[in-house]
């Protein structure tokens, strides 16, 4: 009889390495409504239905992470992931990201109370960002965490989309603030999650969670793009009672 | 055949009395525990013993609050809601109530880390504290709010307790930090508390909810005391593994 042997996690190097190739390869950057997005060719009506549906994944995104400051018995964890919260909700001084979100939205032309209601939102949609509140909600705390690194990626991403919407669709002007308030964000919000990552995927068992974590959070992100792309672009069929252009 | 006649919601006010007189009957102002700490009348080894064990608690609180969060889709109640969770974990310029109360642990005599590790607590404290875990998961929100509500009464119980801790054991003096932020933070809490429970159980079904679940949270908190007083009062019998004065 042999014995198997133990595998050895992989360097501090190595594993953001793999990290950040999951990133290349499979963050929703490359999508093709993303791109038709960035080329000027998305028509009003199709951004429209794009801010109506990613408004579901900004409402529940507060949520996701007050799972997970309540899954954490760690007040440094708390404190630090506390900030997301506030981000994305505001306070008494501050608007958050949800506020933002709607405003980007109504630049679009749609009224507030049609986003907010969530009624024309994508089955496929919501399944996908309900997926996500499962992951941080019953998976380990690793998985949980590692799923936010898609903000790692997040950056590059905005930056282009800010000069493109700009570019191409200058009626939306008014609506970029919540992708400026992320280009501040995501890089604070990353660099706390992949320290914490790194300190706490130390097995080869927990950094393969956490890859597949984050590579599930691009596969989430990417279904909403391919719901949005097959109800609105092509061969597009919305669903009864999603948004119609 | 007759029918079962509907039930009618209280008055608000004649509500609100009925919660305030679960709080006058089962608030844990009347344990005997508490009334012999406000005698005078605990060894500092059994006052260790509360404030070791009623950590647990406190540790608990941010973690229950982030469970409402988690579950609120209402951006003005999270908003108003995550106050707490920051009152208790702190932030950059202030410290917490978690912090406080290991404080007030420190002025007993016990070492944070002793506290902090947890391995000393009572059975029967952990179990009631991870109950009002489970009653604010699994409750509904009506229920999840107006288990906050023994904050309505806590106001009186500090004001007094401040009083007697600083006149039977000044040797504590330095640890009353806790209770003095909580007699500022407290009415705050309760007074919105108090209000979105008014503004949400409307029918007699969730009057009646709202009024379990108060009494719950009564009981969760006495249920603490009567494992503290067994086991270093009368018969002081603490189980093995737990903290002997």
């Not at 706390?192 to 097995?203: E, N, S, Y």
């Not at 596969?219 to 719901?227: E, H, K, R």
């Amino acid at each position: 009889m042999t014995s198997v042997p133990a595998r050895h996690p992989l360097s501090v190097d190595d594993f953001q390495s793999r990290l950040h190739k999951i990133g290349e390869e499979r963050y929703h950057h490359r999508h093709p409504f993303h791109l038709l997005m960035h080329e000027g060719k998305l028509t009003r009506g199709q951004l429209q239905a794009w801010a109506l549906n990613r408004y579901y994944y900004q409402s529940r995104i507060p949520i996701k992470d007050s799972i997970i400051l309540s899954r954490s018995t760690d007040a440094n964890l708390r404190r630090a992931w506390r900030k997301r919260i506030a981000d994305h909700d505001g306070d008494g001084s501050q608007v958050g990201g949800i506020e933002r979100w709607l405003a980007l939205a109504e630049a679009t032309g749609l009224s507030r109370e049609r986003v907010r209601s969530e009624s024309e939102v994508l089955p496929g949609v919501r399944y996908a960002v309900d997926a996500y509140l499962n992951l941080v909600r019953h998976g380990t705390m690793v998985e949980a965490i590692a799923s936010s690194l898609t903000e790692l990626f997040a950056g590059r991403l905005i930056s282009l989309r800010v000069d493109r919407l700009r570019e191409h669709y200058p009626w939306m002007r008014t609506g970029l603030g919540y992708f400026e308030a992320r280009l501040v964000q995501a890089p604070e919000d990353s660099t706390f999650a992949l320290d914490w990552v790194l300190r706490h995927a130390l097995t080869a068992e927990q950094q393969d969670q956490a890859a597949n974590a984050l590579r599930t959070k691009c596969d989430i992100l990417w279904a909403q793009l391919d719901a949005l792309h097959f109800a609105y672009v092509e061969p597009a069929w919305p669903p009864p009672g999603a948004f119609r252009v």
